[in-house]
Structures are given as structure tokens and as C-alpha cells.
């Protein structure tokens, strides 16, 4: 199957500070992917799809201007979460459709942020 | 609005078959996914049922009943590396993934 990648793994950063996580597709283009967060023990939950070449788009209730969304290529996606907070740790997970069928989606291994 | 219903967690005997229930209320469907978690990782594809019945792949199987908004994952032969969160998702018309809270499923030998 197609492999997502993501970078960094896990990351501890100090309050008030900015975070990139990239995102990369590695054997397939990808003109669309997702990002998602996940709190312990809480199923996945939409924050944004970032679409190559135009402005990504938000679920309700993510900030767009703290969760910076980059979609440079059709093989990478960044997230930049600015001035991070303590309430921002999570475990952030991308993912890309391979095609343009409707069907798996292909899961980056996640980043695990904690925030002091 | 969206929901997607299935157990919180469940406890099975290794060499037994269990199977894990998902209900769905959503606008529109394009099909219902399985996903399987391993604490700490990202999910990993496990099938897709978008018509009625069943799907078999290996040891795991997985049904689809449209009308009755309803779906399960069967897991036969279990072995203590299935000890993971099973997630299920549905497409709705807008073609996003709507996830369910995942359901723990606990193997003991």
C-alpha cells in the first residue's frame, strides 16, 4: 500500500512557542490531505483539509490562524501550530487518499506534541 | 446530526471470534470503513464495505447492512496482537470521514 510519512515522531516544546510537523506522501502524489488530532482515549477528530495549491479548510471550531496549513507540493503538507499551549498537547495524525477513488485513506504515523 | 455508535471496549479469549458492532446516523453514505489502532500509532486500513453483506479477508470479516444503518467487524482465531482499538468511520455525502469513538478490544490468553 501507499506509505505517509510524518516528522517529527513525538516533540516537547515550551508554551508560547511554534511547532511544524510536516506531512509527506512518498510513493503517490497527493492533491488533498487531512489533519486530524486525537486526545487519549477519544476517537480521531477532523481539524482540517489541506488542498495543494489553495487555502486549506477548517472544521468548525479550529482556529486557522494558531493551525497553519501549507499544502507546498503534491507531496507535502505542513501544520504549524503557533504559540502553543499546554491545552495543544495531543497526537496529530495526517493522511492522504491515493487516486482519486473514495476508497482507504493511507494514515502518516502520527507526532506526539507535548507542550510545558 | 452525524453519530456513529460503537462499544467502548470488549474482552475476548485468545483462539476465540469476536465481533464489534458499529451504528450509523449520517447525511448521506459512501461507504463504512475499519480501521485498526495499536496504542500510540496511527490506524491502519482494515476494510471497506459500501454494498450489503459481507466481506472476508483472512480473519477478519466485515458486514454492511445499508437500510439498517449497521455494520461489524468479525475478528476469528484472535491472537494477542489484535489487542487494539478498532475504529469505524463512515463517508458521508460530502465524502469526509465521520469516526467513531473506537471500540478497546482487550485479548487474554
Known amino acids: 500500500g501507499a506509505v505517509v510519512s510524518q516528522h517529527p515522531s513525538w516533540v516537547i516544546c515550551k508554551s508560547g512557542t511554534s511547532v511544524k510537523i510536516e506531512c509527506r506522501s512518498l510513493?503517490?502524489?497527493?492533491?488533498?490531505m487531512f489533519w486530524y488530532r486525537q486526545f487519549p482515549k477519544q476517537s480521531l477528530m477532523l481539524m482540517a483539509t489541506?488542498?495543494?495549491?489553495?487555502?486549506?479548510?477548517?472544521e468548525q471550531g479550529v482556529e486557522k490562524d494558531k493551525f497553519l496549513i501549507n499544502h507546498a507540493s503534491l507531496t507535502l503538507s505542513t501544520l504549524t501550530v503557533t504559540s502553543a499551549h499546554p491545552e495543544d498537547s495531543s497526537f496529530y495524525i495526517c493522511?492522504?487518499?491515493?487516486?482519486?477513488?473514495?476508497?482507504?485513506?493511507?494514515f502518516g504515523p502520527g507526532t506526539r506534541l507535548t507542550v510545558l | 446530526g452525524q453519530n456513529i455508535d460503537q462499544p467502548t471496549e470488549m474482552t475476548a479469549t485468545e483462539g476465540a471470534i469476536v465481533q464489534i458492532n458499529c451504528t450509523y446516523q449520517?447525511?448521506?453514505?459512501?461507504?463504512l470503513f475499519w480501521y485498526q489502532q495499536h496504542a500510540g500509532e496511527a490506524p491502519t486500513f482494515l476494510s471497506y464495505?459500501?454494498l450489503d453483506g459481507l466481506e472476508e479477508k483472512g480473519r477478519f470479516s466485515s458486514f454492511l447492512s445499508r437500510s439498517k444503518g449497521y455494520s461489524y467487524l468479525l475478528l476469528k482465531e484472535l491472537q494477542m496482537k489484535d489487542s487494539a482499538s478498532y475504529l469505524c468511520?463512515?463517508?458521508?455525502?460530502?465524502?469526509?470521514?465521520?469516526w467513531g469513538a473506537g471500540t478497546k478490544l482487550i485479548i487474554k490468553p
Open positions: 493522511s492522504a487518499p491515493e487516486g482519486q477513488g473514495i476508497h482507504e485513506q493511507f
Open positions: 510513493d503517490f502524489q497527493a492533491t488533498t
Open positions: 489541506s488542498n495543494e495549491g489553495s487555502k486549506a479548510t477548517y
Open positions: 449520517t447525511s448521506g453514505f459512501n461507504g
Open positions: 464495505n459500501v
Open positions: 468511520a463512515v463517508m458521508d455525502s460530502n465524502y469526509q470521514l465521520i
